[in-house]
């Protein structure tokens, strides 16, 4: 599921930036961006809505296994119950994007046929992804040079948006969910591994499990980000590639500041007095900064995620819970 929601946020954000279509025009469209994150996400373009998409996208996820669960051969009222909840629930997401101003009837219906094609195509391939996941061969080399890849390979819109931003953090979130369950699958991720509500996971232990388990998870984002941000920047700094930073960082000893004027986008760049000692061996001088947050975001979803599969199940297991 965190892989398909991945694939969902890149294409989408990548058909966003790629066709730039503005949102409906405000006014005459009263657009009832009330909190911060509506604020943040009025920055995007309008088509496809990435809403409407994820939340499609994730119906049609839990639609596919309900429907397919052999132990609820039965539960014909069950399934009922919950297709018409999440039909509901996907028809009132596009109509509500639609009613707040943020999207266009186009944008809805876009979203929504862009979801039915990505669904069509994860199915078909969804068994064999998850096998190489859980059992593959140099699984975790091969998902962070497909994350490193998937930061380049994302298109320049026509004005800056919040979008990539939202594609690094679900590409950090699916390197970190890959790379903690190709390690740990056979031991806390299987199909018999005890879930919610069974009889061997009572609500005392899960009780603990919670009060334990999101200190953790919240301590490793926190650890990780620092580490990128002390790491990053000097790696960068030893190989002579010259870094910008809009929030993260300071500059760093041995580097000048100056602040980036174009686009107002108001960051600060980081470039060597002197060239690094591995660049002068191998490389060739830069002609452009880069953007040092991009790293540091991954890792530190990435850090989050592989906490969530790996470091807490296995904090679990040496308190027997």
């Known amino acids: 599921m965190t892989l398909l929601m991945a694939f969902c946020n890149y294409t989408g954000h990548c058909i966003k930036d790629i066709v730039s279509a503005p949102r409906p025009l405000s006014p005459?469209?009263?657009?009832?961006?009330?909190?911060?994150?509506?604020?943040?996400?009025?920055?995007?373009?309008?088509?496809?809505?990435?809403?409407?998409?994820n939340t499609i996208c994730l119906s049609g996820y839990l639609l596919y296994y309900i429907l397919n669960d052999s132990n609820n051969t039965d539960a014909f009222a069950f399934k009922l119950m919950v297709i018409s909840l999440l039909v509901t629930l996907s028809l009132l997401?596009?109509?509500?994007?639609?009613?707040?101003?943020?999207?266009?009837?186009?944008?809805?219906?876009?979203?929504?046929?862009?979801?039915?094609m990505i669904l069509i195509f994860w199915f078909t391939v969804h068994e064999r992804l998850d096998s190489f996941v859980t059992s593959g061969k140099n699984v975790t080399f091969f998902w962070a040079s497909l994350a490193l890849l998937l930061l380049f390979a994302y298109p320049t819109p026509e004005l800056p948006t919040p979008s990539f931003g939202f594609h690094v953090a679900f590409n950090g979130v699916a390197a970190g969910v890959v790379t903690g369950i190709n390690r740990t699958f056979s031991e806390f991720h299987n199909e018999h591994v005890p879930r919610l509500l069974d009889p061997h996971l009572g609500a005392t232990v899960f009780f603990k499990r919670v009060m334990i388990g999101i200190p953790i998870i919240i301590a490793v984002k926190f650890v990780s980000k620092a580490l990128a941000k002390w790491?990053?920047?000097?790696?960068?700094?030893?190989?002579?590639?010259?870094?910008?930073?809009?929030?993260?960082?300071?500059?760093?000893?041995g580097v000048t500041v100056s602040a980036v004027k174009s686009k107002g986008d108001g960051q600060l760049s980081f470039s060597g007095r002197q060239s690094g000692y591995l660049q002068k061996i191998f490389l060739s001088p830069p002609e452009e900064s880069y953007d040092v947050d991009t790293g540091i975001r991954v890792l530190q979803y990435a850090g989050l995620s592989w906490a969530v599969v790996e470091l807490v199940p296995l904090v679990f297991k040496s308190m027997r819970l």
């Not at 005459?28 to 998409?53: C, D, F, Q, W």
């Not at 596009?94 to 266009?104: A, D």
């Not at 944008?107 to 929504?112: E, L, S, Y």
């Not at 960068?236 to 000893?253: E, M």
């Open 93 to 116: 997401i596009g109509i509500g994007r639609i009613y707040l101003g943020m999207h266009s009837l186009i944008d809805v219906v876009g979203a929504a046929v862009l979801a039915t």
């Open 231 to 253: 790491l990053l920047p000097l790696i960068c700094n030893l190989i002579g590639v010259p870094i910008k930073s809009s929030s993260y960082i300071q500059p760093v000893k």
């Open 28 to 53: 005459p469209v009263i657009r009832l961006a009330i909190t911060e994150e509506e604020k943040e996400n009025e920055m995007e373009y309008g088509l496809p809505s990435s809403h409407t998409l």
